[in-house]
């Protein structure tokens, strides 16, 4: 079997946190042997909308990944940009069988958001390139199998 070929889509609104996310999920996908392509958007909410393109094209990819950070603020967008993107990326992944790793962070605070993204911390980058991973890896062990 060939490397995998991966799909990264980063959420910059906090650039900083997506910086970490980033290094995290390339880390390990080089890690890996995998190859991939990165490409971003402005924020978590064009998430979904930029993996929908995506799904759209003839272009292969074996798994995607998913970054961005959402921070609590005093309103109630938080609540609207978290739960949407995660139900429209939940939705894509089930409705396509995607060896998807969400790695967009929904946080109360800034430093959570640092602690959670920094390669030398939580690493959650890492943790959804190797959920991706993992879901390639499954992918031909439940091929056929109908129960």
Same mark, same amino acid.
């Given at each position: 079997?060939?490397?995998?070929?991966?799909?990264?889509?980063?959420?910059?609104?906090?650039?900083? $946190?997506?910086?970490?996310?980033?290094?995290?999920?390339?880390?390990?996908?080089?890690?890996?042997?995998?190859?991939?392509?990165?490409?971003?958007?402005?924020?978590?909410?064009?998430?979904?909308?930029?993996?929908?393109?995506?799904?759209?094209?003839?272009?292969?990819?074996?798994?995607?990944?998913?970054?961005?950070?959402? $921070?609590?603020?005093?309103?109630?967008?938080?609540?609207?940009?978290?739960?949407?993107?995660?139900?429209?990326?939940?939705?894509?992944?089930?409705?396509?069988?995607?060896?998807?790793?969400?790695?967009?962070?929904?946080?109360?605070?800034?430093?959570?958001?640092?602690?959670?993204?920094?390669?030398?911390?939580?690493?959650?980058?890492?943790?959804?390139? @190797?959920?991706?991973?993992?879901? $390639?890896?499954?992918?031909?062990?439940?091929?056929?199998? @109908?129960?």
């Amino acid at each position: 079997m060939s490397a995998p070929h991966i799909l990264i889509i980063e959420a910059r609104f906090y650039g900083e $946190i997506a910086d970490m996310l980033a290094n995290g999920a390339t880390a390990a996908l080089n890690a890996a042997g995998a190859t991939y392509e990165r490409y971003q958007v402005p924020g978590v909410l064009e998430v979904p909308l930029a993996l929908s393109m995506a799904l759209a094209r003839e272009k292969h990819f074996d798994g995607y990944v998913l970054l961005g950070c959402v $921070i609590r603020g005093e309103t109630s967008h938080y609540d609207i940009v978290a739960n949407e993107s995660a139900r429209a990326v939940m939705d894509f992944g089930v409705e396509h069988a995607l060896a998807l790793g969400n790695g967009i962070l929904t946080v109360e605070t800034g430093e959570q958001a640092i602690v959670r993204a920094d390669p030398k911390q939580k690493n959650k980058g890492a943790d959804a390139a @190797n959920a991706a991973l993992s879901l $390639i890896a499954l992918r031909p062990k439940l091929a056929g199998s @109908n129960g």
